[in-house]
């Protein structure tokens, strides 16, 4: 894999790819570190006399065409105003992706520039299975530049048309931030120190659960609370209410506990929830038991006794990957269990890594200083994906030499 330096940008338009996928309140950033984490690659491309436009996505913007979608937005405005910030100086925004808009910012750009795309998810081929939807949108974006930098760890999982098939179309290299990702990763696969416990929880646990049993020959004990948590309690037969719910994963995690069970792996799931009467920061709740959920409740959080069980399965831990915050601590009386799971791995001697926009979100919310773990990653799904010892489409089309 080549890194910027094997590149010779001074002069030349550098797509840059980057994952500035930051949690947004309205048009505020709540959480600038994936804009913080791009930001050295951006730099030492300017630096040395590139000229950067930068690609990348934001949200799921909804609806079958782009004038759908980028109605919809959400716009890339908010990020670019944050980069003109960190970067003292104004970063211009083109009106489209690859369109009118964007071919003149290209053309636009001076020696050391920074330029942002709109939304790449607005084209509706970015993210498209059929390959020649991607490819389409692939060759305009790739028009724009002569050079392509994958910087967008938190997104290399995404067989995405910016992100798997442009390097395909030009000479490339894998940013700062990715390799920086990876090296830490590669510690985890490579002889990890064990007990390696890992944590999941998160808001988006469908992809996460399809792809679980694969965890189970890398840790010895899966912790599993939140968003993720409620499907292992249902495929138990519990009842989780109105809580976070994949039904159709439910065989699959059945299949999960039954392996887990015949391999020696621990499986630990939440023993008491906090149920809320809604989702709301202050909607009224209670603790109940995992065997007494009322069925007109929506848990939002862990309750005590899963808070103590979690950091007991954390204390003797000597590696640990701690993906998705265990409850919804966006609002303060739903943090407690994320809190008690951050302060349990912050106490870990070993390699602690915590991975995911939520996640990093979090510790930075809940006022745990970055030197609390080892590493905080930008990526929560393909940091996943990656110690599965699955092949990333992005990292793949960055390893592939041209
Ligand atoms: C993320 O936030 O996990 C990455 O930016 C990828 O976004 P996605 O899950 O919407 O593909
Ligand atoms: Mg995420």
Redesign the pocket.
Known sequence: MKSITDLEVGGRVVLLRA?L?VPLDGRVITDDGRIRASMPTITALADRGARVLICA?LG?PEGDDYATRAAGGPSLRPVGRRIGELLARPVPLADDVAGPSAVRLSGSLSDGDVGLLENVRFEPGETSKVDAERAEVAARLASLASLYVGDGF??LH?KHASVFDVPGLLPHAAGELVRAEVAVLRRLTENPERPYVVVLGGA?PSDKLAVIANLLDKADRLIIGGGMSYTFLAAQGREVGRSLLEADQIDNVKHVLAEADRRGVEIVLPIDLVGATRFAADAEHDVFPVDAFPADRESLDMGPRTRALFAANLADAKTVFWNGPVGVFEFPAFAAGTRAVAEAISQVTGLTVVG??DSAAAVRQLKFPDSAFSHIST???ASLEYLEGKRLPGLAALEDGR
């Open positions: 994952d996928n996505h799921r938190g997104a995404r988006k995911g926009g990526g929560g799904g």
